[in-house]
């Protein structure tokens, strides 16, 4: 429920910037998805904000993060539309810190920035729109029916006299709160499902958004760590005397993960660093390598594990099953690779700590430093700035309790810079996994048992055994199957792993969706077909399945192409993906994707297809080339040149298909992620005939 808020409004205006009269806004925050419920922490109960000046600016004070997503857009969309806002006159500033205002974790994972506010913002923007309303009949004589809002003005319908919101709001804030508003019918929207240009485009174009990397203070230290390439090693010794002979390096000192060098620029910082000599105790993963982690996790695999889902008697029908299929597949550790590495910059003093970083967490930011210098929480102060992509890595802020730690170590303010080796060297993986797969068919060809092993890290707390997103895509399959059992399998090797792009469905929806080809053709089956029948109790995903069958003309690609499919449901949206590819003398074409997607009540379609695109572009690198390998404890992976991307000759065409929809919004920056691989690799099987059970593609003979 919104609320007109006159508690902490000077603080709030202060930290904002907003101009001083006017009226202020305030939503409760919803309760937080399943990701955010992991943490340990209350639920929130507290207040985020919206100021409309006397100006007529309107200060969105926006309690996520932009990382490329669009929130600072679409969110305002909301806001704007049920407010009725002048577009122009729009202002975001990213909140600050404080659980009191903005809930114990603020910040952006799981697609969740629309989702969560889909309603709050909506409803605060129609409360505002009402109290201007009745601040304009009350200044007019007149009821408040005889008035209506437009772009950021009051008229009244019978004199079409008009007084601009800023003239109203201070009238307005001292009115009771409205009870009841109604919100806008979506055929009224004017912002709502329309592609309203970016508002962070043009100072991005022209070089004047600030990301982490552009912070500049006065008197600053400029920092690189050497860190042991062994995953848990540790400094043994060192020696900094060259390091320090480097022109402009000021200062050598140890810290928690390493060695810090700190300099009078980062070039400097990194040319000492390599000067530095240093003996590492690699510890108990020195000898770790890619394929004894894939055999652990295959060995565990074997047994049962924690039960994720049984329904019916799996065993039992695959005894009695007319056919039995089984498989082995498995994926390997990805780094998240944004374009701007990790860094941070850190000023502290006896009684403070500021904070300037790209990161999706803000909560997490302020408690890492907060920790790092015994301050308390509340004078730690924390500047969200743009992100060069995030991808979910900038949701672990181990990089921000190091940049804290090199400030202290250097007495000034000191940004702390990863480089591109360091970011993919010392990254927090999506996790490896092997997944067991066995299945049962009638005399029909249709399933009647699935049953899967999955084994992998865990990497977002376990519950029961279980860690729902090492196993997620799995056991939240909709297909129709009467006797379906799941269960998990931890496996700890060492390697440090975190949430990527999508989760645990960008693994898990390969193994499925091709698991599902593998019956479909063993039945003899059309790939789309199969699917349909075992949807007919999940509305959503057979209406893209067909949607994107009728587009991508399934069935029907061109001579010397073939097409492969899969689908998902993730992030509360649902997703279709048909891949159109060639295969000659083995070598690997991606011509088109086609996708479909039902995300409930598009705010933004343009950022809506931009979101479907990347997350297509991204996904289709993992399958083709992306893998982090392991040898003697380290990581193989050093920069693009060994951990490459998708490059503009080899992208495809993409169509994107938005079904039109009244459900609530899902989510989107995540949507098309894990569909991607299993529509290219069910393609390969239609073209070669050859089953594609782990990834990358690259150096896979596909002859």
Request: proline content about 4%; hydrophobic content about 40%.
């Given at each position: 429920m919104s609320t007109v808020v006159s508690v902490n409004r000077r603080g709030f205006l202060k930290a904002t910037g907003a101009t001083a009269a006017g009226l202020l806004l305030g939503f409760t925050l919803p309760e937080r998805n399943k990701l955010a419920a992991q943490f340990p922490v209350p639920a929130p109960k507290t207040k985020a904000y919206i100021h409309i000046g006397t100006d007529d600016r309107v200060t969105f004070i926006l309690p996520k993060a932009e990382m490329g997503q669009g929130p600072v857009t679409s969110l305002s969309q909301l806001l704007a539309d049920e407010l009725d806002a002048d577009w122009n006159k729009i202002r975001v500033e990213f909140a600050p810190v404080d659980p009191a205002l903005y809930g114990p974790v603020q910040g952006v994972v799981g697609s969740m920035s629309v989702r969560t506010l889909w309603e709050p913002l909506r409803q605060s923007g129609a409360m505002g729109r009402d109290m201007l309303r009745e601040a304009a009949a009350q200044k007019w004589g007149v009821p408040k029916t005889q008035t209506r809002t437009e772009n950021g003005f009051v008229v009244n319908t019978s004199t079409n006299a008009r007084l601009s919101y800023g003239s109203l709001a201070e009238a307005a804030s001292r009115l009771p709160d409205p009870q009841n508003v109604a919100l806008k019918d979506p055929k009224d929207f004017r912002y709502i499902g329309k592609p309203v240009k970016r508002l962070d485009t043009r100072a991005k174009s022209a070089g004047q958004t600030q990301f982490g990397i552009d912070t500049r203070l006065p008197d600053m230290a400029y920092a690189v760590i050497a860190r042991c390439p062994v995953f848990g090693g540790k400094v043994a010794s060192f020696d900094g005397s060259k390091a320090m002979a480097v022109p402009g390096v000021k200062k050598v000192a140890q810290v928690p993960t390493g060695v810090a060098v700190i300099a009078d620029s980062t070039w400097a910082a990194m040319q000492g660093r390599r000067a530095l000599e240093i003996k590492w105790d690699e510890g108990k993963n020195a000898n770790l390598n890619s394929a004894g982690i894939r055999q652990m996790m295959s060995?565990?695999?074997?047994?049962?594990?924690?039960?994720?889902?049984?329904?019916?008697?799996?065993?039992?029908?695959?005894?009695?099953?007319?056919?039995?299929?089984?498989?082995?597949?498995?994926?390997?550790?990805?780094?998240?690779?944004?374009?701007?590495?990790?860094?941070?910059?850190?000023?502290?003093?006896?009684?403070?700590?500021?904070?300037?970083?790209?990161?999706?967490?803000?909560?997490?930011?302020?408690?890492?430093?907060?920790?790092?210098?015994?301050?308390?929480?509340?004078?730690?102060?924390?500047?969200?700035?743009?992100?060069?992509?995030?991808?979910?890595?900038?949701?672990?802020?181990?990089?921000?309790?190091?940049?804290?730690?090199?400030?202290?170590?250097?007495?000034?303010?000191?940004?702390?810079?990863?480089?591109?080796e360091d970011d993919m060297q010392h990254d927090s993986y999506r996790p490896a996994s092997v997944v067991k797969f066995a299945a049962g068919l009638d005399a029909d060809g249709w399933p009647v048992a699935l049953h899967a092993r999955i084994s992998c890290p865990s990497f977002a707390g376990m519950r029961n055994g279980v860690d729902f997103a090492a196993v997620e895509g799995i056991p939240d399959l909709e297909y129709e199957i009467p006797n379906f059992y799941a269960d998990y399998r931890v496996a700890e090797p060492g390697i440090p792993t975190f949430f990527w792009r999508a989760v645990g469905y960008t693994q898990n929806t390969f193994f499925a969706e091709s698991f599902l080809d593998e019956l479909a053709a063993s039945s003899g089956k059309d790939p789309v077909e199969f699917r349909r029948k075992l949807l007919a109790k999940s509305p959503r995903l057979l209406n893209v399945l067909n949607l994107v069958a009728e587009k991508a003309n399934w069935g029907k690609a061109p001579a010397g192409r073939y097409q492969g499919v899969?689908?998902?449901?993730?992030?509360?949206?649902?997703?279709?993906?048909?891949?159109?590819?060639?295969?000659?003398?083995?070598?690997?074409?991606?011509?088109?994707?086609?996708?479909?997607?039902?995300?409930?009540?598009?705010?933004?379609?343009?950022?809506?297809?931009?979101?479907?695109?990347?997350?297509?572009?991204?996904g289709l690198s993992a399958t083709l080339k992306g893998a982090i390998t392991i040898d003697h404890g380290r990581v193989q992976q050093g920069n693009f040149n060994t951990y490459d991307l998708v490059r503009m000759d080899e992208m495809p065409l993409i169509e994107v298909h938005i079904v039109s929809s009244a459900e609530k919004p899902g989510g989107i920056g995540e949507a098309s992620v894990p569909p991607i691989a299993p529509a290219v690799t069910n393609a390969i099987f239609a073209a070669t005939g050859k089953r594609i059970r782990k990834l990358p593609l690259r150096n896979q003979d596909l002859a």
């Open positions: 060995d565990l695999a074997d047994h049962p594990g924690a039960v994720s889902r049984k329904s019916g008697d799996a065993d039992q029908a695959l005894k009695g099953a007319a056919k039995k299929i089984e498989a082995v597949y498995d994926a390997p550790y990805l780094s998240h690779a944004p374009m701007e590495p990790m860094n941070c910059t850190v000023k502290v003093t006896s009684n403070s700590c500021e904070i300037w970083a790209s990161t999706q967490m803000q909560t997490f930011t302020r408690d890492a430093a907060a920790k790092a210098t015994g301050l308390n929480p509340e004078q730690v102060t924390v500047h969200t700035m743009y992100m060069g992509g995030g991808f979910g890595r900038r949701a672990n802020v181990d990089y921000v309790g190091e940049a804290v730690e090199v400030a202290r170590a250097a007495g000034v303010p000191v940004k702390l810079t990863w480089s591109r899969a689908i998902v449901n993730n992030i509360g949206s649902y997703t279709a993906q048909v891949a159109e590819i060639s295969v000659n003398q083995g070598k690997l074409k991606v011509h088109k994707v086609v996708c479909a997607v039902d995300c409930g009540h598009v705010v933004n379609p343009a950022i809506l297809t931009q979101q479907i695109q990347s997350g297509i572009v991204y």
